[in-house]
């Protein structure tokens, strides 16, 4: 009904803020998971993960970050009782027996979202999109806007994702590395290049959804932003998730930032309409909060963007 884990939830709740778990079993569950909800529908997933939600007179925490520096010792225990999860073969609906293939869940609220298809057995990533098309309602709630952070289409070969469902007009955009595995060399080209451990799409669970990068982008990626219309001046809400490129270049820069410290200089060589303001935009956000290799000292005092 409330597209939830609501056992992965309480028991999370239970272990971090017992006194919240005691107000809530006081109150009713119900109560707490009708509350959760209208929150989730208000300002979508990803608020409500890093913001909590105000429940009478407490605020409840769904989510702990990942703490940038060694001094946290609390925040990082915290950080650590975060529930990572996957159901397969979820039942999301009251109303048929349709399902999907992977559900990711953060202390059991959904988050991602996958189809994945073998090309083996005359499957396709292309397939994994139409199901999302045709056969994956909007209007259902798991499906509803900010619901899910995004939606992946996956095969052996390539990955796509959507991170808003509108049926028909659902747009898909590859989520791939590239024939030259995201380096400044050839071969160039769309889709991914060969795996010599196992799977081309190997990355997708390998790197982008272990614990710490989704904790990541949960923390320092994904976001609902508005923009207006210059035409109409009509506002419309927009799901944001990173693409591979913006993701990988960030956290790389990051990465070299820590090691090597101030004084570095870097090139990121990005294609025309493939998202360099918020590359630049996460960047300079993470740079002005990133801890050097001890965890202890700030490396930056102020970032300064030119555009």
């Not at 070299?256 to 060589?269: M, R, V």
Request: proline share 4%; net charge positive; charged share 25%.
């Amino acid at each position: 009904e409330f597209c939830i884990n609501s056992k992965q939830v309480l028991s999370f709740i239970e272990t971090t803020q017992p006194d919240v778990y005691e107000m809530i079993q006081k109150k009713g569950e119900r109560a707490f998971w009708v509350r959760l909800d209208e929150k989730i529908k208000d300002f979508g997933v990803i608020e409500v993960l890093r913001k909590g939600v105000k429940h009478f007179d407490k605020t409840i925490e769904l989510f702990y970050r990942k703490p940038s520096s060694n001094y946290n010792t609390k925040d990082a225990d915290r950080y650590a009782a975060n529930l990572f999860s996957v159901t397969q073969e979820l039942k999301y609906s009251l109303s048929h027996e349709n399902r999907l293939d992977l559900t990711i869940f953060v202390n059991g609220i959904p988050v991602i979202t996958c189809e994945l298809k073998n090309p083996l057995s005359g499957q396709y990533v292309q397939n994994g999109i139409r199901q999302y098309q045709s056969d994956r309602d909007p209007k259902e709630k798991m499906f509803s806007f900010a619901r899910c952070m995004v939606h992946f289409a996956a095969d052996t070969e390539q990955v796509f994702m959507c991170s808003e469902l509108k049926g028909k007009a659902s747009f898909f955009i590859p989520f791939n590395k590239g024939l030259n595995d995201g380096k400044p060399t050839p071969p160039f080209g769309a889709g991914n290049p060969i795996n010599p451990k196992g799977l081309k799409t190997h990355y997708l669970w390998e790197e982008v959804l272990s614990k710490d990068s989704l904790a990541n982008i949960i923390d320092k990626f994904a976001q609902v932003i508005e923009e207006t219309d210059e035409d109409t001046g009509k506002k419309e809400k927009k799901m944001i998730f990173p693409r591979y490129h913006q993701l990988t270049s960030v956290k790389q820069i990051l990465a070299q930032a820590k090691e090597n410290g101030i004084g570095q200089k870097y090139l990121i060589q990005h294609s025309a309409g493939s998202g360099k303001s918020k590359s630049i935009a996460w960047l300079a956000h993470q740079l002005h909060g990133l801890f050097d290799k001890s965890g202890s000292t700030n490396i930056f005092d102020s970032v300064i963007v030119i555009t």
